[in-house]
């Protein structure tokens, strides 16, 4: 069963920066495209990010390029997600997903983590 764990969410004042981390089981992590989503109170989920399996290629949805970079570590079985110069509306539990292709939409993705919230005070 593959399991996804998200960690490094909190609350940060606007400005400020925090790096998300989504730990993955299994022996085929490099394989497998992986986004993050978030959703806010009240909000459907939208896509914020999603890198290719070789870490090659990324996307950003226009809200967070030039502050957010996605990244992973195919030995560690990890993706992350640094996020900069935040905003009172980055505010969402942020959901890390896997997908056997790059998307931009959540209907490729097959396993989601549990989220974890950030919070970002004016």
């Known amino acids: 069963q593959v399991q996804l764990v998200e960690s490094g969410g909190g609350m940060v004042q606007a400005g400020g920066s925090l790096r998300l981390a989504c730990a993955v089981s299994?022996?085929?992590?490099?394989?497998?495209?992986m986004g993050w989503f978030r959703q806010a109170p009240g909000q459907e989920r939208e896509f914020v990010a999603a890198?290719?399996?070789?870490?090659?290629?990324?996307y950003y949805a226009d809200s967070v390029k030039g502050r957010f970079t996605i990244s992973r570590d195919n030995a560690k079985n990890t993706v992350f997600l640094q996020m900069n110069s935040l905003k009172p509306e980055d505010t969402a539990v942020y959901y890390c997903?896997?997908?056997?292709?790059?998307?931009?939409?959540?209907?490729?993705?097959?396993?989601w983590g549990q989220g974890t919230q950030v919070t970002v005070s004016s």
């Open positions: 997903a896997r997908s056997r292709i790059v998307a931009v939409t959540s209907g490729p993705y097959n396993y």
């Open positions: 299994g022996r085929t992590f490099s394989d497998y495209a």
């Open positions: 890198v290719s399996s070789s870490g090659r290629s990324t």
